[in-house]
């Protein structure tokens, strides 16, 4: 049977409307597994974040906590005050004073160089997981400013240049706060123990944010 003009024309019309709705869905399929592709190479992505920030979020702390925690002995050690360039202390009032102030400084900037990596990394931290990991850093600072007014009141209290009257009232002052500082093993710490509560919600967030 003769294919005629008319014929061969439906037929490639037919031909070219196939041909159409298979590139169609063609494109269809591709842009469904190029966007299904797009969205696993994002979610690898904020996996990769989330477990980098955490890590270092977890070291961060870690090292605040060994800095803070060795920070809360009462007596300053010789080996505190005896950089290089130190004055050489003596034993009359003002001396004594002094190299207490000097030691009680220096703790404190220690453990705030490691408290000020922590919060710098709270702030990447809070863009990717909201307001959770903010409130538990705006804890442990509330613990660690409570531990520098205690501080700035004792020295206050035994500074000789204050007079009698006011060194009586910081005095009473700080018998009005908790102790900060933790004088025997074994004796019952109920600043450090809410620290280390503080700290352990951290630490325990940021452990869930770390993936394999």
Not at 92 to 97: E, G, L, S
Not at 124 to 138: K, N, Y
Not at 205 to 210: C, G, Q, V
Request: glycine share 6%; proline share 2%; with cysteine.
């Amino acid at each position: 049977m003769a294919i005629t003009d008319a014929d061969w024309s439906l037929t490639k019309d037919v031909f070219t409307v196939v041909g159409t709705v298979f590139a169609a869905i063609g494109v269809t399929v591709a842009s469904y597994v190029g966007l299904s592709g797009l969205k696993t190479w994002r979610r690898q992505i904020r996996g990769n974040n989330d477990h980098e920030l955490s890590r270092r979020m977890l070291v961060e702390s870690y090292r605040f906590k060994k800095s803070f925690f060795n920070a809360r002995g009462p007596a300053i050690y010789p080996k505190e005050v005896r950089e290089h360039g130190d004055p050489v202390f003596g034993s009359n009032p003002v001396d004594r004073f002094n190299r207490q102030k000097l030691g009680f400084q220096r703790r404190i900037e220690s453990f705030n160089k490691e408290f000020a990596a922590l919060s710098a990394s709270m702030f990447e931290a809070e863009a990717l997981w909201g307001q959770s990991i903010v409130r538990c850093i705006r804890y442990v600072e509330l613990l660690k400013d409570e531990y520098e007014d205690y501080i700035s009141l004792k020295l206050l209290a035994i500074d000789p240049e204050e007079n009698e009257e006011d060194r009586h009232d910081y005095q009473v002052f700080l018998g009005e706060r908790r102790a900060v500082l933790k004088s025997r093993v074994g004796d019952a710490d109920e600043f450090g123990d809410e620290m280390q509560r503080a700290l352990g919600s951290l630490e325990s967030l940021l452990k869930t944010k770390l993936v394999s």
